[in-house]
Nanobody
Framework: QVQLEESGGGLVQEGGSLRLYCKAS????????MGWFRQAPGKEREGVSY????????NYADSVKGRSTISRDDAKNTVYLEINSLKPQDTAIYYC??????????????WGQGIQVTVSS
């Protein structure tokens, strides 16, 4: 059974930084692209970033480009998302996803339960 468990969320002040963690179990993440998505209240889920299985390529949504870094540690079956210069509009539930491609949520197979990130102004 595939499980993706997010952690690292919480309440952060505007301008601050946070690092999200996604621990995969039931799959060997080394074989899959891994991604981060988010869903703000009243909005559709949107892609934030993804990293290819070999870690050689990353992609970011324009909304976080330049202030976000996705990375992976396959020895730990974990993918990370760091976001700096946080803005109130970054407030959302953040989801980890595995086995997919691109930033469209429909293109991803496995999902975590999500974790809340709230940025206060």
């Amino acid at each position: 059974q595939v499980q993706l468990e997010e952690s690292g969320g919480g309440l952060v002040q505007e301008g601050g930084s946070l690092r999200l963690y996604c621990k995969a179990s039931g799959i060997t993440s080394i074989y899959y692209n891994m991604g981060w998505f988010r869903q703000a209240p009243g909005k559709e889920r949107e892609g934030v970033s993804y990293i290819t299985a070999d870690g050689g390529s990353t992609n970011y949504a324009d909304s976080v480009k330049g202030r976000s870094t996705i990375s992976r540690d396959d020895a730990k079956n974990t993918v990370y998302l760091e976001i700096n210069s946080l803005k109130p509009q970054d407030t959302a539930i953040y989801y980890c996803a595995a086995r997919g491609h691109g930033l469209r949520p429909s293109a991803w197979m496995y999902w975590g339960q999500g974790i809340q990130v709230t940025v206060s102004s």
